[in-house]
C-alpha cells in the first residue's frame, strides 16, 4: 500500500480549553449574583433615592428643564420607561429595590458585550478580570439608574467597542461605538469632551489601519450624528429657555464649576493618599519594582503583594474620604487608588504587549472624561465621582495587572492573584454603604412603602419612619416642597411643586424664587438653616419667602440621615387653609 492510499485520519477540532471558561463564567457569576444581593441592601434619602424621585417624576409627566431644572434628569430619564410600568402596577410600593434590580439587569448584560469586545484579540480571563472590577467599581457605592451610571458604563462599552473596532474593523462594533458613546455623554455631559476624543481617535486610527473615511462615516458618523440631532430637537421641544435657567441654576449652585481648581484638588488628594499612608504607598514601592525588574519571580511576587496591599478596604485616607465611616473607602475611590498604583506595571506590559499598548492609549480618553466630571461635580472625591470619566484607564490599568500575572506563567493557584483589583472593590462595595456603614450592620428588613424588599440599618430605618411620619402630616395629594431631603418625595404624590427636586438649605439663595412662587407648594418640608455651615444670610431670606402663608403642622422632628450627618432638624408647613391628613 503506498503512501496515497493510506485512510487519511480525521481532522479534529482543536480543543478549546476548558479552564479559561469556566473562570470566566466564574467571574461574570459571581458578579451578577453579588450586585444583585447588594441591591437589596440600605437606602438613604440622598443621592441614592434623589435620582429615583427624577425618574418617577418624569414618568408622571414632569419634562426635564421645564418643570424639573436639575441636569441629573437626563441620566434618571433612561429608567423612566421601566418606573412608569413600576408605577402602574404597584404604585411606589417597593420602588427603590425595584430600580436598582433594573439597573443589575442592564450593567450585566453591557459588562458582557465590553468583555467580548476586548477578548477578540485579548487573553480571556483577564479581560473578565478587568470588566467586572469596572462593573463594580461604581461611585458612591449606588447601584442605580443615574447619570452616573449611564454615563460610566455606556463610557466603558464605548471605549471597549472602539477598541474592537481599531483592532479588527467590524461595522457592528463601530455602530455600538458611537451610540454608546453618545448616550454617555446624553446621561452626563460633563464626559462629552472624553467621548469626543474616543470617537475622533477611533475613527482616525481606523482609517489609517485602512478602513476608507467613507466607511467610517457611515458606521461611526451617521449614528452619532443621528442621537445628536434627535437630542437636539427634544431640547428644542422642551424650550431652550428652559433649558438657559437649567444652566444658570446649576452653575448658582456649583460654582466650582467654573474653576480648574477641582482638578488640581483631586490630584493633591490621590498623591497625597497614596504617599502618606503607608499600605498604598509600600504597594506603589513594589508596582515600580515590579515594572522595572526582569527576574520573574521578583516581578512577581512584587505585583502580587502590591494587589494584596491594596485589598485592605480599611485604609484610612488623610481626609474625610468616607466621611470617617467605618475608616472605609468608597468603591470608585478605591478603583482611582488602583489606577494610579498599579500603573507603572500597566505601562511595563504595555512595553511587550502591541494590542494592550494600543488599548492603554485608547484609554488615555478617560483622563479628560474625568476632569470633567471632578470639574462639574459637587462631591469632589468623597464618593469616587470621578470613576465615573476614569473607567476605560481604570479598567485598562487593571487588564494590565492581569496580564502581567498572566504571562509570568506562575502556577494557577497563584495566578488567580489578577483578581485582586476586582476583589478589592468588591470589599469596598461590601464595607461601605453610603451614607451608612457596611453591608453586614443592615440587618432590618423594611416591609412597605418605596423602601420595601431592603435591608435597613438602625440609621435608615429610623429616618425612613420618620419621613413616613412627616409626609403624612402634608394634606393628601399635596404638591410638595421638600428642603435637604431629596428621597422624602417618595413618599408623596409625583407631581411635585418645586423647581428641582434637590435643594439644598445652602443653595436657597440659587433658587429662581419668581419660578418656585409661582408654584405654590401645599407642603412644604424645611431644614432648620441654624448653626449649619456655608448657609448664608440670602439663604435665610429665601426660606421666610418660601414659608410665607405657610403654618407649622406638627412639632418639628429630626431625622438622622446617616452616622456622619447626625441629626437634622425638620419642620413640616402646610397653607393655612390645609388639614393635616
Known amino acids: 500500500m503506498t503512501t496515497t492510499d493510506r485512510p487519511r485520519a480525521p481532522r479534529l477540532a482543536p480543543d478549546r480549553p476548558r479552564a479559561p471558561r469556566l473562570a470566566t463564567g466564574a467571574l461574570f457569576g459571581v458578579t451578577f449574583v453579588y450586585l444583585t444581593l447588594r441591591a437589596f441592601v440600605g437606602n438613604d434619602l440622598r443621592d441614592g433615592t434623589y435620582v429615583i424621585a427624577l425618574s418617577r417624576r418624569m414618568a408622571a409627566g414632569d419634562l426635564p428643564?421645564?418643570?424639573?431644572?436639575?441636569?441629573?434628569?437626563?441620566?434618571?430619564?433612561?429608567?423612566?420607561?421601566?418606573?412608569?410600568?413600576?408605577l402602574r402596577l404597584f404604585d411606589t410600593t417597593g420602588l427603590i429595590l425595584a430600580e436598582r434590580l433594573f439597573t443589575v439587569a442592564w450593567i450585566c448584560p453591557l459588562l458582557y458585550a465590553a468583555y467580548r469586545a476586548l477578548s477578540f484579540t485579548l487573553p480571556k480571563v483577564p479581560c473578565a478580570a478587568a470588566i467586572c472590577a469596572a462593573g463594580m467599581a461604581i461611585p458612591y457605592a449606588l447601584?442605580?439608574?443615574?447619570?452616573?451610571?449611564?454615563?460610566?458604563?455606556?463610557?466603558?462599552?464605548?471605549?471597549?467597542?472602539?477598541?474592537r473596532t481599531i483592532t479588527s474593523y467590524h461595522r457592528g462594533w463601530a455602530v455600538t461605538t458611537a451610540i454608546a458613546a453618545t448616550l454617555a455623554t446624553i446621561g452626563f455631559p460633563a464626559v462629552g469632551l472624553g467621548t469626543a476624543a474616543l470617537l475622533c481617535l477611533v475613527g482616525y486610527v481606523a482609517h489609517h489601519r485602512g478602513t476608507p473615511w467613507r466607511t467610517v462615516l457611515r458606521d461611526i458618523g451617521a449614528p452619532w450624528l443621528t442621537l445628536v440631532v434627535l437630542f437636539t430637537l427634544a431640547l428644542a421641544l422642551l424650550g431652550f429657555e428652559s433649558l438657559r435657567s437649567a444652566l444658570e441654576l446649576q452653575s448658582a449652585m456649583r460654582p466650582e464649576s467654573k474653576s480648574t481648581l477641582a482638578i488640581a484638588r483631586l490630584l493633591r488628594h490621590e498623591l497625597g493618599f497614596v504617599f502618606t499612608t503607608w499600605r498604598p504607598a509600600l504597594a506603589l514601592v513594589l508596582s515600580v519594582i515590579a515594572a522595572l525588574s526582569r527576574r520573574r519571580l521578583v516581578t512577581s511576587a512584587a505585583a502580587i503583594v502590591a494587589g494584596l496591599l491594596m485589598l485592605d478596604p480599611a485604609i484610612e485616607p488623610p481626609s474625610a474620604n468616607t466621611l470617617h465611616l467605618n475608616t472605609n473607602t468608597y468603591p470608585a475611590t478605591m478603583g482611582l487608588h488602583l489606577t494610579v498604583v498599579l500603573a507603572p506595571i500597566a505601562v511595563r506590559v504595555a512595553r511587550d504587549h502591541r494590542d494592550y499598548r494600543r488599548l492603554l492609549r485608547l484609554s488615555l480618553v478617560g483622563l479628560l472624561a474625568a476632569a470633567g466630571v471632578q470639574?462639574?461635580?459637587?462631591?469632589?472625591?468623597?464618593?469616587?465621582?470621578?470613576?465615573?470619566?476614569?473607567?476605560?484607564?481604570?479598567?485598562?490599568?487593571?487588564?494590565?495587572?492581569?496580564?502581567?500575572?498572566?504571562?509570568?506563567?506562575?502556577?494557577?493557584?497563584?495566578?488567580?492573584?489578577?483578581?485582586?483589583?476586582?476583589?478589592?472593590?468588591?470589599?469596598?462595595?461590601?464595607?461601605?454603604v453610603f451614607y451608612d456603614g457596611p453591608v453586614l450592620q443592615h440587618r432590618a428588613p423594611a416591609t412597605s412603602g418605596p423602601a420595601a424588599g431592603l435591608w435597613l440599618s438602625d440609621y435608615s430605618s429610623r429616618a425612613n419612619a420618620r419621613v413616613t411620619r412627616m409626609t403624612g402630616l402634608c394634606p393628601a395629594n399635596a404638591r410638595a416642597l421638600i428642603i435637604d431631603v431629596p428621597g422624602a418625595y417618595l413618599w408623596l404624590?409625583?407631581?411635585?411643586?418645586?423647581?428641582?427636586?434637590?435643594?439644598?438649605?445652602?443653595?436657597?439663595?440659587?433658587?429662581?424664587?419668581?419660578?418656585?412662587?409661582?408654584?405654590?407648594?401645599?407642603?412644604?418640608?424645611?431644614?432648620?438653616?441654624?448653626?449649619?455651615?456655608?448657609?448664608?444670610?440670602?439663604?435665610?431670606?429665601?426660606?421666610?419667602?418660601?414659608?410665607?402663608?405657610?403654618?407649622?403642622?406638627?412639632?418639628?422632628?429630626?431625622?438622622?440621615?446617616?452616622?456622619?450627618?447626625?441629626?437634622?432638624?425638620?419642620?413640616?408647613?402646610?397653607?393655612?387653609?390645609?388639614?393635616?391628613?
Not at 460610566?152 to 477598541?163: H, I, Q
Not at 436657597?508 to 456655608?534: F, N, T, W
Request: proline share 7%; glycine share 6%.
Open 65 to 86: 428643564f421645564r418643570d424639573e431644572l436639575s441636569f441629573h434628569t437626563l441620566g434618571s430619564a433612561f429608567a423612566v420607561p421601566f418606573t412608569w410600568v413600576w
Open 143 to 163: 447601584i442605580v439608574t443615574s447619570y452616573n451610571t449611564v454615563s460610566m458604563f455606556g463610557l466603558l462599552l464605548a471605549f471597549c467597542a472602539g477598541f
Open 375 to 432: 470639574q462639574s461635580t459637587a462631591s469632589g472625591w468623597d464618593f469616587g465621582a470621578a470613576m465615573t470619566g476614569a473607567t476605560p484607564l481604570f479598567t485598562a490599568v487593571v487588564l494590565g495587572y492581569a496580564l502581567h500575572l498572566r504571562d509570568a506563567c506562575l502556577p494557577r493557584p497563584l495566578r488567580a492573584a489578577m483578581v485582586l483589583p476586582a476583589a478589592a472593590v468588591l470589599a469596598c462595595l461590601t464595607a461601605v
Open 493 to 581: 404624590p409625583a407631581r411635585s411643586a418645586s423647581v428641582s427636586t434637590w435643594i439644598s438649605r445652602r443653595d436657597l439663595h440659587a433658587v429662581p424664587m419668581d419660578r418656585q412662587l409661582q408654584l405654590k407648594p401645599d407642603c412644604v418640608i424645611a431644614a432648620s438653616l441654624a448653626g449649619v455651615e456655608k448657609v448664608v444670610p440670602a439663604d435665610n431670606v429665601a426660606q421666610k419667602r418660601l414659608l410665607t402663608g405657610m403654618r407649622p403642622a406638627g412639632p418639628p422632628m429630626t431625622v438622622n440621615q446617616s452616622p456622619a450627618r447626625g441629626e437634622d432638624s425638620f419642620q413640616v408647613w402646610v397653607r393655612a387653609d390645609n388639614r393635616p391628613r
